[in-house]
T-cell receptor, first 113, second 111 residues
Framework: GAVVSQHPSWVICKSGTSVKIECRSL??????MFWYRQFPKQSLMLMAT?????????EQGVEKDKFLINHASLTLSTLTVTSAHPEDSSFYIC?????????FGPGTRLTVL | RKEVEQDPGPFNVPEGATVAFNCTYS??????FFWYRQDCRKEPKLLMS???SGNEDGRFTAQLNRASQYISLLIRDSKLSDSATYLC????????????FGQGTELSVKP
């Protein structure tokens, strides 16, 4: 199957700082990538769809100014959590779909103190 | 009401048991259906797609009833390594084919 990597795998930061998460497709080109968030014991919730070379599409209720997405190349999408607060602590997972199947990155666990 | 709903867990079963998971979806425009497996603190991984005719992969059998908007997963002869959370996932027919995840059902297989 296709390989998606994420970096970092975990991060701990202070409240008010910004955190950037990178998502790379290692063996396929991704014109579209998906960003999800998962709180403990809850479902994966789609936050936004990033599109190479254009603006991301955000799901209802997701603040685009807080969760900045950049998809500058066919293999890299980034999510920046700006001015992070403890309620942003979660498991962030990106995903790409080279064909019919969708492949997920290993996730980034964010803890905001 | 959630778009994809699953049996509440956890399911605690002995090795060798047969266990069934149920899932219902509310959006009739849903096109594709999947079961994913998620291990603790890991990303979800595709277990199997679900087809209208029903499909089997070893000990795993998936069924889809479009009329009832119901999906099931049956695990036979469960192993310790089957312990995980099983996610029912639906792809919408519109809106770019987004995947919608159920909450997941936790399975714990005991010796």
């Amino acid at each position: 199957g296709a390989v998606v990597s994420q970096h970092p795998s975990w991060v701990i930061c202070k409240s008010g700082t910004s955190v950037k998460i990178e998502c790379r497709s290692l063996d396929f080109q991704a014109t579209t990538m998906f960003w999800y968030r998962q709180f403990p014991k809850q479902s994966l919730m789609l936050m936004a769809t990033s599109n190479e070379g254009s603006k991301a599409t955000y799901e209802q209720g997701v603040e685009k100014d807080k969760f900045l997405i950049n998809h500058a190349s066919l293999t890299l999408s980034t999510l920046t959590v700006t001015s992070a607060h403890p309620e942003d602590s979660s498991f962030y997972i990106c995903s790409g779909r080279p064909g019919n199947e969708q492949f997920f990155g290993p996730g980034t666990r964010l803890t905001v103190l | 009401r959630k778009e994809v709903e699953q049996d509440p867990g956890p399911f605690n079963v002995p090795e060798g048991a047969t266990v069934a998971f149920n899932c219902t979806y509310s959006n009739s425009a849903s096109q594709s259906f999947f079961w994913y497996r998620q291990d603790c603190r890991k990303e979800p991984k595709l277990l199997m797609s679900v087809y209208s005719s029903g499909n089997e992969d070893g000990r795993f059998t998936a069924q889809l009833n479009r009329a009832s908007q119901y999906i099931s997963l049956l695990i036979r002869d469960s192993k310790l390594s089957d312990s995980a959370t099983y996610l029912c996932v639906v792809r919408r027919g519109n809106q770019g084919g987004k995947l919608i995840f159920g909450q997941g059902t936790e399975l714990s297989v005991k010796p």
